[in-house]
């Protein structure tokens, strides 16, 4: 069977492709639910960062208390008291 020679111009079968992939894609029903998830999602992850904020602020805490006791004791007045 032959090729009737019917062309489809570049822009009419572009409309006709993302109409398709409109209709059955993305329609108003699964349209909302990929962008619930995505919201749902974007959630998650910035608790996972405000998790990740707190647990480096108290390291940071510790590490800042440990310096201080460290440098009040390595003074040379502190250095003379303790005996080895």
Not at 11 to 28: F, K, M, N, S, Y
Not at 33 to 62: T, Y
Not at 68 to 74: G, N
């Amino acid at each position: 069977m032959a090729c009737s020679g019917t062309n489809v111009s570049m822009p009419a079968l572009g409309e006709l492709v993302l109409a398709g992939v409109q209709d059955r894609l993305l329609p108003p029903d699964r349209l909302a639910q990929i962008l619930e998830a995505l919201v749902a999602r974007k959630r998650r992850f910035a608790a996972n960062v405000d998790d990740r904020l707190e647990a480096l602020n108290a390291e940071w805490s510790k590490v800042e208390s440990a310096l201080r006791t460290f440098i009040s004791w390595s003074r040379p007045a502190n250095l003379a008291r303790t005996t080895c």
